[in-house]
C-alpha cells in the first residue's frame, strides 16, 4: 500500500513478546503504519523493533487489559487493534461495544468460537470432507482400556479448549503441554483420570506422522484474495509444534488439498486471516487437519519473504474492502535461529518423552552443517534475524542463552 495513505493509520498491537508480534510490527511499520507495541514483559522482542514508535507495558492483572487498551486507544488516537494471543482476543471481545470506530484486527467471539473448541471443529471438518486424525472418548479409554493395542501408540492428550483448559488444571495443580504423548494405557489413563478430576474432559486423539503442512489465507467477502502454502522441513519440538526451518509451496500445486481449505473457510463463513494446519501422511499422502488458527501464525514471516503481505493486506481490506488478489512465491525457505538449534539437540539426543517422538531425520551430522551453511544459500530467510531491523535478534539470542544457562544451574 502506498505510504501516504497510511499517515492517518495508528495501529496498537498487542503481544509483542514473541516473532508473531515481531512480525506484525514489522509489516505494519514498513507500509508506513505509526505503530504502538505492549506487551507484559520488558525483554518482548517486538520493544527493540526500530519500527516501533511508542511502547507500554500492559499491566499484569487480568481484568486490567481492557481499561489498559481504551486508555491507550484515547491517549494516542488508535485506529487500530491488533491481538495476537486468544486469551487477550476473548478479553477484548467481551467489551468489543466499548471500542466504536476503532477496527479490531481480530475475528469476534461468533467466528472465534467456531475454530477454539477443537472436539467440535474436528467434527465440522469430518463433515466438510476434510481428513482429522481419528479420536477418542476419554471416557471409554477408562472403561474399556483392554480395546488399546500397542501398535496405536503414542497417543496424543490436548486441551479441548486451550484457553479455559489449562486454567483450570493450573487451578488444581497440573501443568499441561500443548501437545502431550502417551506410550502406554496406563499412563494415558493415569493422565485422562487426573484431568476429569480435575473437571476438564480433554482431546484424545490418534498420533499422525508424517511433514507438517500450513494452509494460510486471507478470506475477503468469501473469497481467498491472499494465499500461501508451506511445509514444515523441522519443528519444535520435533514430533510437531512451531516453526524450526519451513519452506513456501505454491498453493495451485497443492491443488485440491488447498480448494479444500478455502472451502471450510467458506463454509465456516469465515472473515480475515486463518492458518489450517495439516499433517501430510507418509504412506498415503493425504492431508490430516490439526487445528485452524483463526488468528496471525507463527510462519508468518516466511509468507512475508515469499512476498505476500498477511498483515498490511488485512488493514486494506479493512480500508478501501479490497486487495489485489496474490499468492507466495514457492521455494523460500525461513529459519529460526533459536528453534534450530533445539531441534538439533534434541535430534543429537534422540530422547524420547511425553513432549514426542522424534522424526525419522537425516544425518545428525549433515543437519548441522545445514545449519552453519544456511546463511550462504540464495533465499533463505529469519523468523527473527533482519539486517535492517537486527536489535531483536541480538535479545532473543541473548534471552535464549540466558534461559540456558539457568537450565544448567
Not at 223 to 238: F, I
Amino acid at each position: 500500500m502506498p505510504e501516504s495513505n497510511q499517515d492517518h493509520i495508528r495501529a496498537l498491537v498487542i503481544g509483542v513478546g514473541g516473532r508473531i508480534g515481531l512480525a506484525i510490527v514489522r509489516e505494519l511499520g514498513e507500509a508506513g503504519i505509526h505503530v504502538i507495541a505492549a506487551s507484559r514483559g520488558r525483554d518482548a522482542l517486538g520493544f527493540s523493533s526500530r519500527y516501533v514508535a511508542k511502547k507500554y507495558l500492559i499491566p499484569p492483572g487480568v481484568d486490567d487489559l481492557v481499561p489498559f487498551v481504551s486508555e491507550v486507544i484515547r491517549s494516542d488516537a488508535v485506529t487500530h487493534v491488533f491481538a495476537v494471543w486468544e486469551a487477550d482476543i476473548i478479553r477484548l471481545n467481551d467489551h468489543r461495544h466499548e471500542f466504536q470506530g476503532v477496527e479490531m484486527m481480530f475475528p469476534d467471539h461468533s467466528q472465534l468460537s467456531k475454530v477454539l473448541d477443537k472436539r467440535l471443529l474436528n467434527q465440522e471438518a469430518s463433515k466438510f470432507g476434510l481428513r482429522v486424525p481419528p479420536m477418542y472418548d476419554p471416557h471409554e479409554v477408562l472403561s474399556h482400556p483392554n480395546r488399546f493395542e500397542s501398535g496405536q501408540f503414542p497417543i496424543i492428550v490436548k486441551a479441548n479448549d486451550v484457553n479455559e483448559d489449562p486454567l483450570r488444571l493450573q487451578r488444581s495443580g497440573i501443568q499441561i503441554q500443548k501437545c502431550e504423548y502417551y506410550y502406554d494405557i496406563d499412563a494415558l489413563r493415569a493422565r485422562i483420570e487426573r484431568m476429569l478430576n480435575a473437571g476438564v474432559v480433554p482431546m484424545v486423539q490418534a498420533y499422525c506422522p508424517g511433514e507438517g503442512v500450513g494452509h494460510t489465507v486471507l478470506m475477503h467477502d468469501g473469497e481467498a484474495v491472499v494465499r500461501c502454502a508451506h511445509k514444515r522441513l523441522h519443528e519444535w519440538p520435533p514430533s510437531g509444534g512451531i516453526s524450526a526451518l519451513c519452506e513456501s509451496l505454491d498453493p495451485d500445486e497443492e491443488g485440491e488439498a488447498f480448494e479444500k481449505t478455502v472451502g471450510f473457510l467458506k463454509s465456516l463463513d469465515w472473515e480475515g486471516v486463518a492458518m489450517l494446519e495439516y499433517r501430510r501422511n507418509p504412506h498415503d499422502g493425504e492431508l490430516y487437519l490439526i487445528e485452524v488458527n483463526g488468528r496471525f501464525w507463527g510462519s508468518l514471516p516466511l509468507a512475508y519473504h515469499s512476498g505476500v503481505r498477511f498483515v498490511s493486506d488485512s488493514v486494506q481490506c479493512k480500508q478501501r474492502g479490497t486487495v489485489t488478489r496474490k499468492k507466495c512465491i514457492p521455494g523460500i525457505r525461513c529459519l529460526s535461529f533459536v528453534h534450530e538449534a533445539k531441534y538439533l539437540w534434541e535430534i543429537l539426543r534422540k530422547t524420547r518423552s511425553n513432549a514426542g517422538p522424534a522424526p525419522e531425520s537425516g544425518s545428525p551430522l549433515w543437519q548441522a552443517v545445514g545449519f552453519l551453511t544456511y546463511p550462504l544459500r540464495p533465499g533463505n530467510h529469519y523468523f527473527v534475524f533482519n539486517i535492517m531491523d537486527p536489535i531483536p535478534f541480538i535479545n532473543d539470542t541473548r534471552n535464549a542463552l540466558r534461559d540456558a544457562l539457568k537450565l544448567k544451574k
